[in-house]
């Protein structure tokens, strides 16, 4: 392997913003649908092509503005089937803009925190992703770019139901934010289905990123909202972060909890993880991801002192299929990427390779 | 979306697979994706809210407790039908909204709690919506002043319409 690490990682990645020990990432996407034109899935070949010359025009548009860096526009077509499952894995498009590509694209800025997707189920889906707890900063940035497309095209847009969307779940605001958080301490403690049920009473909905309720694999839970209309967008954010600054606090609680009365137990768990981690040779993605969340519980208790939390990150996206064989420059068999999985966490935890 | 695999509970992970250069797609449920092995890093909430509406709306037909139309609405401008919609969630166009607003203002309101909007409004046509929508709170003031007999107020909130009613024109 020449280089483990690529050039970029898209921002929200990094280990930065508030509460970053627990919160991994804060999402906000708009979805906004362009006046006069029908919805993506009813779109003819040629109406399709005039969307995305539109928001090609639109994109470049953008650029004149700066606050986006050098945007650019990926006509998702043009593109690997590879690449596009890396963009998936990065979180920049959904599964569902992956497929059927012919009419489809994404605008990046120039720091990936803000991917564009045309003719997804919307016309256009504006997400901003920013690392940490950021949900006040990512509405903001997601508004302002809004507002910057709105100049080169309009909205179709009711006074009554806001913004039109494909879907009625999500008209009115077209809003959905989104905080990924990983909570260790409270599976560990069996308080999570007790944490996060209350979630679902408060018009959030909690998924688990690789699977449901508390047994979601490493721990990754997705809190977002489920209303979109007949709140403004500033309440649903503020309901959002005050529901995940409650979170936060359990997970804190429990995690004190679990260092005072089960110091010894937890201290082996992550060193073993990191042990595993740092010595394995072939490594499911299943496997990765279990032992990663044990290890980022030891970095955050300040247990494992040597591993940066940013590695720890980096590794739950790096060591997804797609990344593998990116980097890899060619696809690879289930077990090739279990091999390429375990040397690429060796290298990035800073093991030296044995010759 | 039912599971690829048991066909019985309700897809929830995608996941893509490449074996000797051909690449499958599974739609699986929770359990049949962990007895699977393999899973794809999938981050789509949107996902378990469309479920939500399949279930109001019933998708797939099963008899009983989608209300059947006697006659099937068609949106004039994209020649979509309410039964599509029905069948798959996803409206033809922004002019379904008034086409088949008698039928979806209780799904609206069922998904939502709510069926107006209050947030964002585009920077075009935002100032008149914006007086419209001071218009309406103030006639709610108006109101509760007529109720707690305080005509003064009241003369002085019905004053404040006009002048901006005015002001619109
Ligand atoms: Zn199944
Ligand atoms: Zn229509």
């Known amino acids: ?355 | 979306m039912l599971c690829d695999e048991c066909k019985k509970r309700p897809a929830t992970f995608h996941m893509t697979k490449v074996v000797n250069n051909e690449k499958t797609e599974l739609h699986l449920c929770e359990q049949c994706a962990r007895e699977k092995g393999e899973i794809q890093f999938s981050m789509e909430p949107d996902f378990s809210i469309h479920q939500l509406l399949a279930g109001l709306l019933n998708y797939g037909g099963e008899a009983g407790v989608q209300p059947a139309l006697e006659k099937d609405v068609v949106c004039g401008v994209c020649g979509s039908t309410y039964d599509e919609f029905a069948r798959t969630g996803r409206l033809g166009c922004s002019h379904c909204y008034e086409e088949f607003e008698d039928q979806l203002e209780p799904i609206i309101r069922r998904v939502h709690g709510a069926s107006t909007h209050t947030g964002k409004v585009p920077k075009r046509g935002a100032r008149s919506l914006m007086v419209k929508r001071e218009v309406q709170s103030i006639r709610n003031q108006l109101q509760a002043a007529i109720a707690h007999e305080d005509f003064e107020l009241a003369a002085k909130l019905r004053d404040q319409i006009k002048a901006m009613e005015k002001g619109q024109e």
Not at chain 1, 109 to 124: K, Y
Not at chain 1, 147 to 156: K, N, V
């Open chain 1, 1 to 355: 392997m020449s280089d483990a690490t690529p050039s970029a990682m898209p921002r929200w990645m990094d280990g930065t913003g508030a509460s970053a020990d627990i919160v991994l990432s804060s999402r906000v996407r708009l979805a906004r649908n362009l006046e006069g034109v029908p919805f993506p899935h009813l779109l003819d070949q040629r109406q399709a092509t005039e969307v995305l010359a539109a928001t090609r025009k639109a994109a470049l548009e953008l650029n004149k503005f700066g606050f986006l860096g050098t945007v650019r526009f990926v006509p998702l077509a043009e593109v690997t089937p590879v690449e596009r499952q890396v963009l998936v894995e990065e979180h920049l498009i959904s599964p569902a803009q992956a497929k059927d590509v012919q009419y489809k694209a994404v605008i990046l800025s120039q720091a990936e925190e803000v991917s564009i997707m045309v003719n997804e189920e919307d016309h256009l889906r504006i997400q901003c992703l920013l690392p940490g707890l950021q949900l006040q900063e990512a509405w903001a940035l997601a508004s302002r770019v809004d507002d910057a497309l709105e100049q080169a095209m309009t909205f179709a847009f009711s006074e009554s139901r806001g913004y039109l969307t494909a879907c009625p779940t999500n008209v009115g605001t077209g809003l959905r934010a989104s905080v990924m958080m990983h909570l260790p301490a409270l599976v560990l403690t069996n308080q999570a289905a007790r944490a996060l049920n209350s979630v679902g009473q408060l018009g959030l909905t909690v998924r688990g990123l690789y699977g449901e309720g508390t047994e979601a694999i490493g721990n990754i839970f997705q809190i977002s909202n489920q209303i979109t209309l007949g709140r403004a967008e500033g309440e649903i954010i503020d309901h959002l972060s005050a529901v995940v600054a409650k979170i936060i606090d359990h997970e804190r609680q429990a995690a004190a909890a679990l260092l005072r009365e089960a110091r010894d137990q937890v201290e082996d768990k992550v060193s073993r993880a990191l042990g595993i981690l740092s010595n394995a040779r072939i490594m499911t993605s299943d496997e990765a991801i279990r032992l990663l969340s044990d290890v980022r519980l030891g970095v955050n208790m300040g247990i494992l002192t040597k591993v940066p939390l940013k590695a720890a990150n980096e590794l739950l996206i790096m060591t997804r299929p797609a990344y593998l064989q990116r980097l890899a420059g060619r696809e690879l068999s289930p077990f090739e990427r279990d091999l390429q999985r375990a040397a690429l966490i060796r290298t990035k935890l800073g093991v030296r390779q044995t010759a």
